[in-house]
């Protein structure tokens, strides 16, 4: 198989492209600086100069190949220009979709995310659950990005949807990860939404449902919502916690209080132009005190994935600093 991927220097893109490899398939990435991904080029990837927000040269770069396996998006949960979610996450599907569509790809692997639900009335979610309210921008723009993919499934490309739960796994640069490292690190003054909590998945599970999805023949139109293993933010503290060794805050905010706090993180930060203290935003107090539930039978079923405990996850993630 020939595979185009976007967003395959990501957290999860570059682990999409050694699942890719070791099933022997054929790797073209788009890379907006392709002198920092010399480390794609020297397993073989062909890299091509691009980036999903601006539509030239994507028709030509994707035509020949087998499927797009489309990663690129903004992931954050504070953004101080809020229009580079819409940039990425909306607008650059549009680009992508467009593209390989003209260029006739067999199929195209969308990786979306759980939170695209948002708040929904269907509890714990399915593939065919209705969309509630969303917590941040970062959640709609990931359901609004999702209708435009579906728009173009409806007009004939054959199109697969991936929704991984939270995302763990060595070297997360993301939100999840600081929280760990802020964690373990002592810096983390409060524990806070502990009876939130969300469906955790390993990294390598989610590249290899990406994959395993992009292989399977005649599941144009389906979905797949990835991740099994639950945590209440408390046990994800707890557990945090036991792995590293260092105690957990000793003071636990009520939700109103912390959400207060956030909304004053979020003033100074708006003032200041720094990111929110500790991370903290309206928008994350949002996202962890809502949380999310699922369960994964039918990509269990479907791909064959079975999945790597939290806890191997958190330990990998875990080794690769030193408590301050």
């Known amino acids: 198989m020939r595979a185009f991927v976007t967003g395959a220097t990501g957290f999860i893109g570059q682990r999409v492209v050694h699942h890719l490899l070791r099933h022997d398939h054929q790797v073209t990435a788009l890379v907006r600086h392709p002198e920092a991904a010399t480390h794609l080029r020297a397993l073989g990837v062909q890299l091509i100069p691009g980036d999903v927000t601006r539509p030239q040269g994507l028709v030509a770069a994707m035509q020949g190949h087998d499927c797009v396996l489309h990663l690129a998006n903004r992931y954050s949960l504070y953004e101080p220009d809020e229009a580079l979610y819409e940039s990425v996450n909306v607008d650059g599907n549009r680009h992508v979709m467009q593209a390989a569509l003209e260029a006739g790809v067999g199929k195209v692997v969308h990786v979306s995310s759980i939170v695209a639900f948002g708040a929904s009335p269907d509890q714990p979610l399915r593939e065919d659950s209705r969309v509630g309210p969303h917590a941040n921008a970062y959640a709609r723009t990931k359901h609004a990005g999702d209708e435009v993919v579906r728009a173009y499934a409806r007009r004939g490309l054959p199109v697969v949807m991936i929704y991984p739960g939270a995302v763990l796994g060595p070297g997360d640069p993301k939100d999840t990860g600081a929280w760990i490292r802020r964690l373990v690190r002592r810096q983390q003054p409060a524990r806070v939404f502990e009876s939130g909590g969300f469906t955790f998945v390993h990294v390598d599970d989610v590249a290899e449902a990406i994959v395993r999805a992009a292989e399977r023949d005649g599941n144009a139109g389906e979905s797949y919502l990835i991740g099994r293993e639950y945590l209440s933010n408390r046990q994800f503290m707890s557990l945090v916690s036991e792995l590293s060794g260092v105690p957990q805050p000793r003071l636990a905010l009520p939700d109103w209080l912390a959400h207060a706090a956030a909304r004053v993180a979020g003033a100074v930060s708006r003032v200041t132009g720094?990111?929110?203290?500790?991370?903290?935003?309206?928008?994350?107090?949002?996202?962890?005190?809502?949380?999310?539930?699922?369960?994964?039978?039918?990509?269990?079923?479907?791909?064959?994935l079975t999945y790597t405990p939290v806890r191997e996850a958190l330990r990998a993630d875990i080794a690769t600093f030193h408590a301050g």
């Open 274 to 304: 720094r990111p929110p203290l500790l991370g903290l935003s309206p928008d994350t107090a949002r996202h962890l005190s809502q949380g999310f539930r699922f369960d994964s039978d039918k990509a269990e079923r479907e791909l064959g």
